[in-house]
């Protein structure tokens, strides 16, 4: 017997460690050449890494959630033959695994973790393959699963989205359609539970923890009037055809990308090391999008040069690609301004923390009708319902005065409140 020690893999240019997610096999599992071993996440991307040997696990380095750094030892895998594996085999091996793995982000440098050492030897392993799974395992992150232990619900009842997996609407879906039949009733009393945080989590709280320990933040909110935006809207869409559906969020953008050039400061970065404010010119727009692993913001690039529909069917993409994990570390990276929006639970005004190392991170929030006064066409005013939404946006105040964002925000404004000036070059 020959043992193969396999070392972390180079996952991406800058790379200097990576943290594990989830490990698919353990010490005394046999595997096989390509057989999926581990998850490894570096600052946004998750990447899969598999076998290059066919063989029997002796040790892995570490446990979910511990950092390993790259070219340090990742298992060790003992394979049929003599003597020790070759550097060659080693290096030959690895090289194999780094060339599809290019799509990592970068992170930090950290010392791996002692390894695992095996609980028995390799000759008690049985080397027969291990059995496949005995049933269809249902697709549901680990907050859906513990909820739906919690209600009692069976989650091979719940009916999926339409991608395979059950989220929280499903369950809210499933609760609902079954109203009266137990489901639904309070909740069972829990238990305190520890939750180590790693993954997509750890690297959201180290994001917004530098934050708010780096950037000395201020929140500015205006009140909009988005009737006659709402108005625009649905004339829109209901002459776009095959395009994609307007929601309010490519409106907003486009009377964003409007006001940019006038506040160069808005659309910018700041490297607090080399003490230099980059001003973009191009608008790389971040677009935070909540999944079920957590807060990812993918980009809109170049967003000023886009269309509505160009800016709507962009929208739907990468929101699909960041809630099904398929989102690139390019599409992941390299955002200029950011926004976000917690749609129908937007609330009356946000704080909103901005995504280091940019300047400013625009909010709206909930619309909601309120009676206002207006003006009648004939110099009085009568009363309304009208559709009003505030913008929230919170500036780097290191970078961007209140008068400039107050007054960038009362732009923003004066465009979706004359809707008409959106579609005029």
């Not at 096989?32 to 696990?57: C, F, N, R, W, Y």
């Not at 570490?62 to 895998?77: K, N, P, Q, S």
């Not at 090391?273 to 690039?301: K, Y």
């Not at 690139?328 to 976000?340: A, F, H, Q, Y």
Request: proline content about 5%; aromatic content about 4%; glycine content about 8%.
């Amino acid at each position: 017997m020959a043992k193969f020690t396999f070392n972390m893999p180079d996952v991406g240019e800058g790379v200097a460690e990576a943290e594990v997610v989830e490990w698919h096999i353990k010490v005394g599992d046999r595997v096989e050449e390509d057989q999926h071993l581990v998850d490894v996440m570096t600052d946004k991307a998750t990447i899969d890494i598999e076998s290059p040997v066919t063989g029997i696990v002796t040790a892995l380095a570490g446990e979910v959630g511990d950092t390993i750094a790259i070219g340090a030892m990742l298992l060790v895998i003992e394979t049929e033959g003599e003597g020790e594996a070759s550097e060659q085999e080693a290096e030959a091996a690895a090289e194999q695994i780094e060339d599809e793995m290019s799509d990592a982000d970068e992170a930090g440098v950290a010392p791996a973790p002692e390894p695992v050492a095996a609980s028995a030897p390799a000759e008690t392993v049985s080397e027969s393959p291990a059995p496949a799974a005995a049933a269809h395992k249902v697709l549901a992150s680990p907050a859906v699963r513990q909820r739906a232990r919690d209600l009692g619900i069976d989650l091979a009842q719940v009916k999926p989205a339409a991608d395979g997996r059950v989220r929280h609407a499903d369950l809210d879906a499933f609760l609902a359609y079954n109203a009266g039949s137990g489901f639904g009733a309070a909740g069972k009393t829990r238990g305190d539970e520890t939750i180590k945080v790693m993954g997509l989590r750890k690297r959201i709280a180290q994001n917004m923890a530098a934050s708010k320990r780096h950037i000395p933040h201020f929140t500015y909110v205006e009140e909009c009037d988005v009737t006659d935006l709402e108005i625009l809207r649905a004339q829109l869409n209901a002459a776009r055809g095959d395009r994609p559906k307007l929601t309010l969020l490519p409106l907003l953008i486009k009377a964003i990308c409007k006001m940019v050039p006038a506040f160069p400061m808005i659309n910018a970065r700041y490297d607090d090391e080399a003490g230099v404010v980059t001003r973009h010119g191009s608008i790389h727009l971040g677009m935070a999008a909540q999944t079920d692993s957590g807060l990812m913001v993918p980009v809109i690039r170049n967003a000023q040069g886009l269309n509505l529909w160009q800016l709507a069917r962009e929208i739907g993409r990468l929101a699909e690609a960041a809630r099904t994990g398929k989102a690139t570390s390019e599409e992941l990276s390299g955002s200029t301004l950011t926004i976000t929006s917690l749609g129908p639970l937007g609330g009356i005004a946000t704080t909103p923390v901005i995504n280091r190392p940019e300047v400013a991170i625009i909010g709206p929030n909930r619309i909601v009708e309120r009676p206002m006064f207006v003006q009648d066409g004939l110099g009085g005013e009568r009363i309304a319902k009208r559709k009003l939404m505030n913008i929230s946006i919170s500036c780097d105040h290191r970078v961007v005065d209140g008068h400039d964002a107050a007054s960038f925000v009362q732009g923003v404004k004066r465009l979706i409140e004359t809707p008409a000036l959106l579609l005029v070059d």
